[in-house]
């Protein structure tokens, strides 16, 4: 596929597939999805206490956690993407709204925080662009910086929950390519976040758009963590 390289040390896959595409992010997910409905309903799930602290992982244009902090000003929020574009939109939009996040960039390697700093994490529409060996990599490692108690939530692609659904996904998959979005096809999310260790994996939810369907999946890190009981 034609993914562009960046300044990161690892190759990705931008927000809409190519690099040029990136600036139409905003207004390609205004026009395909429920964006109001599928993002109120991430951060419904969240549930965004003050004092908390919040992790999204792969920001993009920052609409997450535009919503996020409006609806939960005492949270404090930090932001993780491997995309310097995308970051300079999110810095931009969460700026005009007088919205600070500490929005940083990934370098594809160590998630840049130390062990149990998290109350809470999240990420959107990111897992499908990530190869498989990659998926594991991040669920590690966002189950590494959660607190034990601390609670994922995870809105992406999943297993089409019908035919013509199934048809749709292949718009995402032109663009994103086959190989990284192949497991979301198969509905195996749940298996990568319960191998990273997460108790309490479940689909809690979907909602079938345009182009596939969108699910939410949860999961826990447990407060005994396995090898130190
Ligand atoms: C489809 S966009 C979703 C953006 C945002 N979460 C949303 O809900 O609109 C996918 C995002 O994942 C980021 N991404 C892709 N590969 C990544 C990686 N290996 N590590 C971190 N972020 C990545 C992209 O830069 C992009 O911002």
Redesign the pocket.
């Known amino acids: 596929m034609n993914h562009d390289e960046h300044k990161s040390e690892?190759k990705?896959?931008?927000?809409?597939g190519y690099d040029f595409l990136t600036a139409w992010?905003d207004a390609t997910?205004r026009i395909t999805m429920p964006e109001k409905k599928f993002?109120n309903e991430l951060i419904n799930r969240l549930k965004p206490e003050p004092l908390e602290q919040i992790f999204?992982?792969?920001?993009?244009?920052g609409?997450?956690l535009a919503i996020a902090s409006s609806q939960s000003p005492n949270s404090s929020f930090f932001g993780?993407?491997?995309?310097p574009k995308?970051r300079e939109i999110a810095f931009s939009k969460l700026k005009d709204k007088d919205i600070l996040v500490d929005l940083q960039l990934?370098n594809?390697d160590i998630f840049p925080y130390d062990d149990a700093v998290f109350d809470k994490a999240y990420?959107?529409?990111?897992f499908h662009?990530?190869d498989d060996e990659?998926k594991a990599h991040?669920f590690r490692e966002i189950y590494r910086v959660l607190k034990p108690g601390g609670k994922l939530i995870i809105g992406d692609w999943g297993k089409a929950k019908n035919r013509w659904m199934r048809m749709a996904f292949y718009t995402v998959q032109l663009l994103d390519g086959f190989k990284t979005t192949t497991a979301n096809v198969k509905g195996l999310l749940p298996d990568y976040i319960r191998e990273a260790g997460f108790s309490d994996v479940q689909e809690t939810g979907f909602i079938n758009t345009r182009i596939g369907s969108f699910c939410y999946y949860e999961g826990t890190k447990s407060l005994k963590i396995k090898n130190q009981i």
Do not use: H, M, W
């Open positions: 690892k990705f896959i931008p927000a809409l992010y997910i993002r999204e992982f792969g920001y993009g244009t609409a997450n993780l993407d491997i995309d995308v990934y594809g990420s959107c529409l990111v662009q990530l990659t991040c």
